[in-house]
């Protein structure tokens, strides 16, 4: 069990190593990276298990040395803000991609299924009519693009319309109820008036 003496003694080892002694942050933490390997009793990530009396040996490289421990996190990463290259590298990979290569998914109706993707309009109760003129048809297009399913709203669409018919199958089965009630009601009346 590492004590509240052992912690304060290895911060301050820490301390004279990154030369900021001076400095007290409540949320300080000491990184793993200046240890070797041989301080560790466990060493599975995320949480470095270092023996009592530990003290950091590897040196800081320039760059963690000007930026100290403030650009630290609890998990002892160090934030590095990323190289331009890199911002440049993945924007490009972010606009060369097409738009072919996005799955659409269609609607669904009762009698279809997910395997049959075609383009369809925006309004499935009016047909698209062949006479548009081509600025018609390329704003239905694009409209008809920006409508996407995901899986979730599929899921929701499917279990409306599922409710839907269970409710008019509930409220058939209401009216043949109450029309056979009335039957037998009448039934019953007439054999009363036969038998009496």
């Keep these: 069990m590492v004590t509240e003496l052992s912690v304060s003694f290895l911060r301050n080892q820490w301390r004279k190593f990154a030369q900021c002694e001076g400095v007290n942050y409540k949320d300080f933490r000491i990184c793993s990276d200046h240890f070797e390997v041989s301080c560790y009793k466990k060493k599975t990530p995320p949480r470095f298990l270092l023996h009592i009396g530990a003290v ?33 590298q993945s924007s490009s990979q972010i606009f060369m ?32 009519n062949p ?44 009216r043949q109820k109450h029309k056979n009630f009335l039957k037998t009601k009448e039934s019953d009346i007439q054999s009363i008036i036969i038998r009496s």
Excluded: D, H, W
Excluded at 58 to 86: D, L, M, V, Y
Excluded at 140 to 159: D, E, F, H
């Design 97 to 128: 991609t097409s738009p072919k290569n996005t799955n659409q998914i269609s609607r669904i109706t009762a009698n279809e299924t997910l395997s049959s993707f075609q383009n369809f309009p925006t309004s499935p109760a009016k047909p698209v």
């Design 131 to 174: 006479n548009l003129s081509s600025n018609k048809s390329i704003i239905n297009n694009q409209a008809s693009s920006q409508i996407q399913l995901t899986p979730k709203t599929l899921r929701i669409k499917m279990k409306n319309r599922l409710l839907a018919a269970y409710r008019s199958q509930i409220q058939r089965l209401k």
């Design 56 to 88: 950091p040996t590897i040196q800081a490289n320039i760059q963690e040395t000007e930026e100290g421990t403030i650009g630290r996190s609890s998990n002892n990463a160090i934030f590095k803000p990323p190289n331009a290259s890199e911002l440049n």
